[in-house]
């Protein structure tokens, strides 16, 4: 096996050399998501948490970043294949970090110990580790979950989306956004059974994946007020109507709605936690008036996205102003133009996407 060293940050891997990147490569290492290794190395340096587990650790880069930075920490690095945590381990003695080496299925791990902050970041679907996760979370701890099932959390293929998650997912103009409250609803609900709040302090959505950060607190009653937070949804297909509630009708063009069960809507993230994080990056808390489009150096990136995501906040869920346009044959406009007629935000899911408080015929209007 013909092994290179890498560098990422300030942490030095050594991996074998890979073709391409497949579940079944040797040692699963994914540069693309560097970015949410940043994200996540800040959000534990503001978090704290004085023990750690990065359950699924592959190269060991997301545990190894996390001891890097919080030397008093107890860290846990475990993946269940031998051959992996072996990488982990020689990682770990590379950068002079002292972290615990474990190589169990991660429901074990997990159900032997407890933690303050879990990382779950398996391959696909995260949703076979909640309930372990619930029974190992400290109160006043956080559990942070990657899901890279997007496609049928966006609405390719709805039943997969309810025999996982629990809700059917429904192909809209805003399916990003469906597929981020469908895990959020999923992570709220399980924890509940529990009598514990999952609490979104920070949640966001890439390319290729969704990124929850939960806050677990104690109490039924808790746990009630964010499910007081679920409704049911009505959206037309034709044109894009959409209402919180059951309206079997589009009150738009007339047509026969569908429906989306009881999923949860309130914020995805804090306020307070979003500018926490952009003052631990150094970026500026002001509100930016129109944001540059993707920038390639993750710190700038990072601090447009949590920007983006702080500001779309207590509104109903975005608009994608093409899709609408394609919709109801309309030519779109300039964002700028449209953000100032909508008194709108921009929204992180989509660069086409807007939020508002207005509805769908005022949206059509200022398109005309
Ligand atoms: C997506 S990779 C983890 C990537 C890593 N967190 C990072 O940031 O580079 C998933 C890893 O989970 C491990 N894995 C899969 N199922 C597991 C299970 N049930 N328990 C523990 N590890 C598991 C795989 O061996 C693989 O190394
Ligand atoms: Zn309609």
């Given amino acids: 096996m013909k092994l290179q060293t890498i560098k990422e940050r300030e942490i030095k891997l050594s991996i074998p050399v890979e073709e391409k990147l497949t579940k079944r490569m040797d040692v699963f290492y994914n540069p693309e998501m560097k970015f949410d290794r940043d994200l996540s190395e800040v959000i534990v340096k503001i978090l704290k948490p004085k023990k750690i587990c990065d359950l699924f650790c ?37 950068n002079k970090l002292k972290v615990r080496i474990e190589n169990k299925d991660a429901n074990k791990l997990v159900l032997e110990e407890r933690f303050d902050f879990i990382d779950i970041d398996p391959f696909g679907s995260p949703i076979y580790f909640l309930d372990s996760a619930a029974k190992s979370i ?3 701890g956080t559990v942070a979950i990657t899901a890279t099932d997007t496609a049928p959390l966006c609405g ?3 039943l997969t989306s309810l025999r996982r998650y629990g809700i ?8 990003k956004e469906i597929g981020l409250r469908i895990l959020i609803s999923a992570a709220i609900r399980n924890f509940a059974k529990y009598d514990l709040a999952f609490k979104p302090i920070f949640s966001y959505y890439q390319r290729h994946y969704f990124r929850i950060f939960g806050k677990i607190e104690r109490g039924a009653g808790r746990a009630d007020k964010l499910l007081k937070q679920f409704s049911y949804f009505s959206y037309c297909q034709k044109c894009g109507w959409r209402k919180e509630g059951i309206s079997e009708k589009c009150e738009f063009c007339g047509r026969k709605t569908n429906l989306i069960q009881e999923i949860y809507l309130g914020n995805f993230a804090s306020k307070e936690f979003c500018n926490q994080i952009l003052k631990e990056i150094g970026g500026s808390t002001e509100i930016d008036k129109i944001l540059p489009p993707k920038v390639k150096e993750t710190g700038t990136h ?16 975005y608009f994608d102003i093409h899709k609408l346009c394609k919709l109801n044959k309309k030519q779109p406009k300039k964002m700028v133009i449209l953000l100032e007629k909508l008194e ?24 005309s």
């Fill in 302 to 317: 990072i601090s447009s996205l949590i920007r983006r995501v702080r500001d779309e906040q207590n509104f109903p869920l």
């Fill in 344 to 367: 709108g935000k921009r929204t992180h899911f989509s660069e086409t996407g807007i939020k508002t408080k207005k509805n769908l015929e005022d949206i059509l209007e200022s398109l």
């Fill in 138 to 140: 400290r109160i006043g």
């Fill in 168 to 175: 059917k997912s429904l192909r809209t103009d805003f399916s």
């Fill in 58 to 94: 592959a190269s060991g880069v997301r545990g190894l970043r996390y001891a890097s930075i919080l030397e008093d920490s107890e860290v846990v690095l475990n993946d269940k294949n031998p051959r992996v945590v072996e990488f982990a381990r020689k990682n770990a003695e590379l």
């Fill in 156 to 158: 390719t293929s709805p």
